[in-house]
């Protein structure tokens, strides 16, 4: 039961400056118009051609507050002053600064482009593409304000909306994927008679159009977990608790074409790029399916590491990386492993922040790994409904070390140096 709920808890984790931003151009279709399904107007516009690589922007949880690009790692941070700032660590110099467009602005207005404005209580999740960097806002609690997508230049200029959804249309903290053209993700909407549906959309990266792909059925999980080549991978769960790994053609999705399945009380899997991993809870091991070459190969896990769940997987150094948590005395402890492609070895790495807990990667470049090693605790000031009190602030520190000192385990860390 407990291998169930872990397991379960997973795959629900499976969401002087420049001018003043403005929502010149938002979500045109046309231009002031709201993102919204174009299934409700009958007949669907054609959607553009896309362009560009296919891929998987965010992190195994869905968007959250950092996203990772080529040259460096971009976060949403809370400072002493309680702003929300969009900060930026640059791989080259290995110093984070403000995500600032304009020399000698003094970071303490709105009109700095750096600073985020959360006074309604909306908090965004933060994306990047390679190109430019989105800021996904899901709408207010009393619903005065929808869900929204911003779209910033990678220097934190020319901020501005791109798309705001209607009313009841709610972007899912899920995984997105983007090429050059659009973004993907899971829009959950809800109608004027309560009734509730998730589709599949495509979001135009230009002017905001939204179109749907497909709709999720009713009677069953629906989830995004990965992209190659021209295809969505979505996986579903049906009513016997067996998952099925699906691909959706992402330039004609007729339908869903399935790939592989198991069953929930025997494997869990994992997708890293074109890759499916399974782990088999019982001969504890795992297998590699590549739906490139449509190769299939056993990693025996010699060591015989007992794996509760298997949270994400991701290729460092020609190796994969896992986060997982192991069963030891009827408890899962999370850590952090590699696993050796030619030998099917698996080996702890034992890399832990200050805090005790498994390092956290954030992004790689050439040979280097960019994680958090430590967090600085402070004490800040905040005023809640004209009452002032204290509140403790956790800001991360980054430090990088090589590829081959990471997946041996061993803490050669060369620190970064903090905005603040």
């Not at 009513?239 to 399945?261: Q, T, V």
Request: glycine share 10%.
């Amino acid at each position: 039961m407990k291998r169930l709920v872990a397991t379960l808890t997973a795959c629900l984790l499976l969401a002087g400056c420049a001018a003043p931003r403005s929502d010149a151009g938002a979500a045109s279709q046309p231009a002031s118009a709201p993102a919204q399904s174009t299934q409700s107007t009958g007949a669907a516009p054609a959607r553009p051609a896309a362009s560009g690589t296919l891929r998987i922007i965010s992190g195994p949880g869905g968007p959250g507050s950092a996203a990772a690009a080529e040259n460096g790692f971009y976060t949403l941070e809370t400072g002493e002053d309680g702003r929300c700032t969009l900060l930026f660590l640059d791989y080259a110099s290995n110093q984070q600064t403000r995500l600032c467009a304009a020399p000698g602005c003094a970071h303490d207005s709105e009109a700095c482009t750096a600073c985020v404005d959360i006074s309604g209580g909306i908090t965004p999740s933060l994306l990047c593409d390679g190109e430019r960097l989105y800021l996904v806002f899901g709408s207010s609690s009393d619903g005065s304000e929808p869900a929204r997508v911003e779209v910033i230049e990678p220097d934190g200029s020319g901020r501005r909306v791109l798309a705001r959804f209607s009313s009841g249309q709610e972007p899912d903290p899920d995984l997105y994927a983007a090429d050059g053209s659009f973004l993907y993700f899971l829009l959950s909407e809800t109608g004027a008679d309560g009734q509730s549906k998730r589709s599949l959309c495509a979001l135009d990266k230009t002017n905001g159009a939204l179109y749907p792909l497909m709709d999720a059925p009713e009677d069953t999980g629906f989830w995004l977990v990965g992209a190659y080549d021209r295809s969505l991978l979505v996986k579903t769960i049906d009513s016997r608790n067996i998952h099925h790994l699906n691909r959706l053609d992402a330039d004609a999705p007729a339908g869903l074409e399935e790939l592989a399945s198991w069953r929930l009380s025997q494997q869990y899997g994992v997708v890293d790029g074109d890759c499916l991993y399974l782990y088999d809870y019982d001969k504890q091991c795992f297998t590699r399916q590549s739906f490139s070459d449509g190769q299939t190969r056993e990693l025996p896990n010699p060591e015989g590491l007992p794996f509760e769940s298997l949270y994400s997987v991701r290729t460092i150094g020609g190796k994969a990386f896992l986060a997982a948590d192991l069963a030891e005395g009827g408890v899962a402890r999370n850590s952090n492993f590699c696993l050796d492609f030619t030998s099917g070895q698996i080996r702890e790495l034992g890399l832990l922040d200050n805090m005790g807990h498994p390092v956290t990667v954030c992004g790689t470049s050439g040979d280097r790994v960019y994680v958090i090693d430590r967090y600085a605790t402070r004490q800040v000031q905040e005023s809640f409904g004209g009452m002032v009190s204290t509140v403790e602030r956790v800001t991360p520190h980054y430090a990088w070390l090589s590829a081959e000192d990471f997946l041996a385990g061993t803490a050669n860390y060369n620190a970064c140096q903090p905005a603040f």
